[in-house]
């Protein structure tokens, strides 16, 4: 079993939808919890970053973490044909630096 | 500012082959990470610098090496290459701060294909 789950989709919606995207990990000892986005021939860009519970609102992107469920989301509001890329979560414990923890990633389109 | 930049960005080699790969980071950080991606495993770590010092590995075979150069500069390299190392392989950035998981900033990665 993999320490963090993500459903790989792909995921197609309409523009303008609310998308949820989700995973779930194993590991109890993360506590930094992150959104990137990438696009096809492109290195990941990161979108959300969370410490620990609790939610976080950017513009149209809203994280959750839920760590007494190991469940975190990511939803986009009001979603745009330029969303359609890969979403990947990421994870890692304290003292980890820069060793994350990704998953498979989430294919999502929004058709126009 | 100037992103993570990674060079080549595509590369084909032959099995038994070794390969480097170069990676320059945003100015003024310190820390330097690798990733390999696959559509099969997805983004897997490999190794982290930090100072010019190894921080962390992960759990790749001595083939894979890395190191940093006292400006931060990043190589890694990939000796006697088989064909499931084709892949994307990434690098990425931060301030490097201690006891946090640092906001990774990758580069656009080097492609390389093992025929």
């Known amino acids: 079993q993999k320490e963090v789950e993500q459903d790989p989709g792909p995921l197609s919606v309409p523009e303008g939808a609310i998308v949820s995207l989700n995973c779930t990990y194993s590991?109890?000892?993360?506590?930094?919890f992150m959104w990137y986005r990438q696009y096809s021939r492109k290195g990941p860009e990161l979108l959300m970053y969370t410490y620990s519970s609790g939610n976080k609102e950017d513009g149209r992107f809203t994280a959750q973490v839920d760590k007494s469920s190991k469940y975190i989301s990511l939803f986009i509001r009001d979603s745009q044909p330029s969303d359609s890329a890969t979403y990947l979560c990421?994870?890692?414990?304290?003292?980890?630096?820069?060793?994350?923890?990704f998953g498979q990633g989430t294919e999502l389109s929004v058709k126009p | 500012k100037a992103g993570v930049t990674q060079t080549p960005r595509y590369l084909i080699k032959t099995r038994g082959q070794q390969v480097t790969l170069s990676c320059s980071p945003i100015?003024?950080?310190?820390?330097v990470s690798w990733y390999q991606q696959t559509p099969g495993q997805g983004l897997q770590f490999l190794f982290e610098?930090?100072?010019?010092?190894?921080?962390n590995k992960g759990n790749f075979p001595g083939r894979f090496s890395g190191r940093q150069f006292s400006n931060s500069r990043s190589e890694m390299n990939v000796s006697t290459l088989e064909l499931g190392d084709s892949a994307l392989y990434l690098c990425a950035s931060s301030a490097g701060l201690a006891g946090a998981a640092g906001e990774l900033f990758f580069g656009e990665g080097s492609r390389l294909t093992v025929l």
């Open positions: 590991n109890s000892a993360f506590q930094y």
């Open positions: 610098y930090f100072s010019e010092t190894q921080r």
């Open positions: 100015s003024g950080h310190r820390s």
């Open positions: 990421a994870m890692s414990g304290a003292n980890q630096g820069g060793k994350l923890i």
